[in-house]
């Protein structure tokens, strides 16, 4: 099974996850081997450079079998993580995807100029509530003038019977002349 998970991700992606982490033992190696060169050349002297010289292959060597034991759980997650699952839709697969008819088309383009309806006509009603509450606010001043007047009035003449004298005026409009 393994095996044709790997021809499937190299026809697919070009690469498998054996070779990544291949890779990346590769590249562990080079910066080890590296890394001991650059400290060697920091403390090695005339004396010391045959002894250091004839100890850095077992001490490389040591290195990398240390890196490689922890690399194996790397290993394991790259044959985990690194591949791409069946199911995901693939260049070749590229056919097997939703293809619009006319049909579809349409029914999208109807729906377009539905929608451009609705939004003009929701513009329409936003600018209808535009002018409405600038109207209001222009009132809202004779309106409070109004009522400052009112109560000026009532205040003013709390002990005239203010009813009474609605209705009288209300009988005299009333009558014919």
Do not use: W
Not at 85 to 101: G, S
Not at 133 to 149: F, L, W
């Amino acid at each position: 099974m393994r095996f044709h998970d790997s021809i499937y991700d190299l026809k697919f992606f070009n690469y498998t996850a054996e070779q990544i982490s291949a890779e990346r033992e590769r590249l562990v190696q080079n910066m080890v081997g590296k890394a001991i060169e650059n400290a060697i050349q920091k403390i090695e002297t005339p004396a010391t450079s045959i002894l250091l010289g004839a100890q850095k292959d077992e001490v490389v060597r040591l290195v990398e079998e240390s890196a490689l034991k922890n690399m194996k759980s790397l290993r394991e997650l790259d044959k985990k993580y690194f591949r791409v699952p069946p199911h995901v839709l693939l260049v070749p697969d590229f056919h097997l995807e939703h293809q619009y008819t006319a049909l579809d088309e349409e029914k999208k383009n109807a729906q377009l100029k539905q929608l451009k309806v609705l939004f003009r006509e929701n513009l329409i009603t936003l600018a209808k509530l535009e002018a409405e509450a600038k109207h209001y606010e222009s009132v809202v001043k004779i309106v409070q003038q109004e009522t400052n007047m009112q109560k000026k009035v009532y205040e003013d003449c709390a002990s005239i019977n203010a009813y009474k004298l609605a209705k009288f005026a209300t009988r005299v409009a009333t009558i014919p002349n």
